[in-house]
């Protein structure tokens, strides 16, 4: 019996021993639901508080937005305010500076030299003297004289900020010279497609057989009249055919090689020029030299013909062109302003300074990097800072004096 009891004790107190491990057991395993409920709540209502200020943040960015849009649609109106108002002012501009400003200086032509001579004759005798008029009166044959710019057209935008572009005047193709030098050109068909042209390299690339320096450059009857300058060597001009893709002719020319003929662009080594006339050569023989001189060449052999001191300061100046054997110095200001003709030399003396032609470019981008002229169509081919732009010019007869 004894045993027994013993027994029955033992088992009464492992069952209580059980019950109270697994009361514990549960007591904790309910403290842990508690602890992650409590944890649940606190992300819930964190969650919903970043939503609720998300919502808030939403709502005030779309305010914000909608205050940007309305901002921008009036700061748009302003600026085609004020684009219009400038557009009225630049018209303005150029009727006061027409009425107002002082003519463009219009310098007579020195004496005409020889044929293959670089320098002026200090002395010549009367009979001699009758002969120079007699060969200065036939240097040019035509007889206009650029009276206003009559409209502008702005191309297209199209490779560097520096450049060239021109077209042949005897017939409709179109060459353009990206840069300030290299070794290839790039040829359109027609104005038409290369204003088309998504860039110059959908064109014919012509590849030179040596390196051009400057913009400024002519093509003239099939013919591409290029600077070559190479390190430590004379200033060259290269006759190119460019039907045949060959060289035709070099001439060499004294000048200094670091001598440039523009001040405000000094990649322009030598500036050739092609008109009604025929070639012409605008350059300085040093850098000391002050003004620009100009040189009539032959078109055939690249001789030169006659050679003038036009008496056109270097400074300042950022392009040249030739039109009827008269030369027109454009000028600007280093801070690139309104480029203005401010000097004129026409080589037979038929432009005296009260008909010399107050010529202001519409103030667009920057400065031009090249102006050349098409006698046929009567309109200027200009580089502005990577735009190219047309300027077509209204003509006059010059005053015979």
Known sequence: MKPVLVLLVSTAW?????????????DYLENRLLAIEDRIQFWHDQSHRYHTELQDFKKLTAEAMDGLKNEHSLLFKDLEGAAVKVDRVEREMDYVETQTSPRACANKAE????????????????????????????????????????????????GSPKGMWTRDPRSSKVYVFNGTSGESIYQFNSVRDFSRS???????????PSEWSGPGSAVYNGYLYYIQQ???????????????????DIAMFPVE????????????????????????????????????????????????EQIW??????????AAFVVCGTVYVVYNTRLASRSRVQCVFDVNDMVVSEEAPL????????????????PEEKQLYGWDDGYQIIYRLTMKRKLLV
């Open 230 to 248: 190479e390190a430590d060597t004379d200033v060259q001009v290269v006759k190119y055919d460019l039907l045949s893709g060959s060289v035709t």
């Open 198 to 208: 998504p860039g110059v390299t959908s064109s014919r690339q012509i590849r030179l």
């Open 257 to 304: 090689s670091q001598a440039t003929v523009y001040n405000l662009n000094p990649e322009t080594v030598a500036d050739l020029a092609a008109d009604d006339e025929g070639l012409w050569l605008l350059y300085a023989t040093s850098d000391s030299e002050p003004n620009i001189h100009l040189a009539q060449m032959d078109p055939a052999t690249l001789d030169i």
């Open 111 to 158: 004496k005409v030299v020889e044929q293959g001579a670089w320098g002026l004759e200090e002395s010549r005798g009367e009979e001699e003297e009758e002969d120079w008029e007699e060969l200065y009166s036939r240097v040019s044959d035509c007889v206009e004289i650029i009276s206003s710019i009559r409209s502008v057209k702005i191309l297209k935008r199209v």
């Open 359 to 374: 010529l202001y470019f519409p103030r667009r981008y920057g400065s031009h990097a090249s102006l050349k002229y098409n």
């Open 309 to 318: 001191d036009t008496r056109c300061p270097r400074e300042n100046a950022e």
């Open 14 to 26: 492992t069952f209580t021993g059980a019950q109270y491990y697994y009361q514990g057991l549960m």
